[in-house]
Structures are given as C-alpha cells and as structure tokens.
C-alpha cells in the first residue's frame, strides 16, 4: 500500500516569492510515479507536473519542479516567483507501476497555499 | 474537446434514495476511475477499471456499484443513498499509451439529507 503525506495544511506566503510545498510517500513498489495536482477553488483537478521513480532528473514544467529525493521518500514541489492565481489546494499523489500500472492515485491531504499581494 | 465529462453536476438526495453518477471519455482511454473527495481531504479511490466488462474495488468501495459494458462509460451506482456519502465525485480516465496523464472530469456535488 502506498501512503502520502503533506504535512502544511496551509500556508501563506507573499506574491512573487518561491513556494516550496512539502510531500513524503511510502510505498514497497520498486517503480512508481508521483503527481501534484492544483484544485482552484471551483473544484477541478489541475495537473501540475509528474515525476517518475527512476527519472535522473527532476521534472520541471514552466514555474512548477518538482524537488525528488528518492532516498528520503520526497517529493516536494517548487513553485517559482508566485502569483495570485496560485492560490489554491495542493495536492500530492502517487501510483505504483507494479500490476500492470493500472492502479488509481493515492492522494496526500493537500496543502492550502494563499498568495498574498 | 469534451475529454472526461460527468453528469449530473450538483445533486440532493434523500436518504435510501438511490442514483447513477455518469461519466463518459472520449480518448479511447483503457482505465478509468472513481474517486470520492470528503471537504478537506484529498481524493479517494473508491472503483476503477481496467477495459470493458473488468472493474475491480479501489479504497473505500462500500455503498457503491460500477460497470464497464463499453470503453466509454463507467457510471457509479449508489444504492440506499447515506449522510456519509455526502461528497464530491471524480471521474477520472487514462489511456495505457498516453504515459502518465491522468484526466479528471469536472467533479459531481452530492448531498444525502
């Protein structure tokens, strides 16, 4: 079984600052893959960026990366000089690849990053 | 570009009532999934499917049904509606080749009073 954990519920923090929100997951699976997902305030699911367990290099997409630290089980994802619109649940997830890699997302409790200007 | 669509959006249902959630993709997607998100938490997998006619019980199947009679649709079924399944609902999709990208639907509002 997998686990993730986000341990900030909230966090407030000033436009154009850095963001880092933090993930750790435990997991058996030798190969998996990790996600962090946006949830605005109307609900939907925005991904955001994906790792792979056994990628050398860390993802990036525009102002998201993704800091991975195999060895310490994180996953923690960087959001570069914030924006208002950043505002919003955060969510990390993760699957195994064993079995097929047909296996749902396991999700962390998300973190509520308010951008203040 | 429709991708993962789910109806209905919002809905109230009574307790011991009982309702199908839709959700249709059209990506040609092999799996699909269900998910349930109780406020301040993240999603929870409830069924998902791997193709047509093979469905199999995620975390929390309790209270649920699905099918899978075509690659397009994969409805849940909630029989004798309970306060505890009160929710948000996702559906969500992803085809075999197309990596890692999971699509989600728009999400369903259900309340049992």
């Known amino acids: 079984a997998q686990k993730i954990t986000q341990t900030q519920p909230g966090m407030f923090v000033q436009e154009k600052e850095a963001v880092t929100l933090d993930c750790t997951y435990d997991t058996s699976d030798p190969s998996y893959g990790l996600f962090w997902y946006k949830q605005p305030s109307s609900g939907e699911m925005i991904f955001l960026i994906y790792q792979g367990s056994y990628d050398q290099q860390n993802a990036t997409e525009g102002r998201y990366s993704l800091n991975f630290q195999k060895a310490r089980k994180s996953a923690n994802l960087v959001i570069s000089a914030s924006q208002l619109g950043d505002s919003a649940m955060y969510f990390c997830?993760?699957?195994?690849?064993?079995?097929?890699?047909?296996?749902?997302?396991?999700f962390g409790k998300g973190t509520h990053l308010i951008i203040q200007p | 570009n429709a991708g993962v669509t789910q109806t209905p959006k919002f809905r109230i249902l009574k307790i011991g009532q009982s309702m199908t959630l839709q959700c249709t993709q059209d990506?040609?997607?092999?799996?699909m999934y269900w998910y349930r998100q109780d406020p301040g938490m993240g999603l929870k997998l409830i069924y998902y499917?791997?193709?047509?006619?093979?469905?199999d019980k995620g975390e929390v199947p309790n209270g649920y049904n699905v099918s899978r009679s075509t690659t397009e649709d994969f409805p849940l079924r909630l029989e004798l509606a309970a306060p505890s399944q009160t929710s948000v609902y996702f559906c969500?999709?992803?085809?075999?080749?197309?990596?890692?990208?999971?699509?989600f639907g728009e999400g369903s509002w259900l309340t049992v009073v």
């Open positions: 499917s791997v193709g047509a006619g093979i469905t």
């Open positions: 990506m040609n997607h092999n799996y």
């Open positions: 997830a993760m699957t195994p690849y064993s079995g097929g890699g047909a296996d749902g997302l396991t």
């Open positions: 969500a999709s992803r085809g075999s080749l197309s990596g890692n990208t999971i699509y």
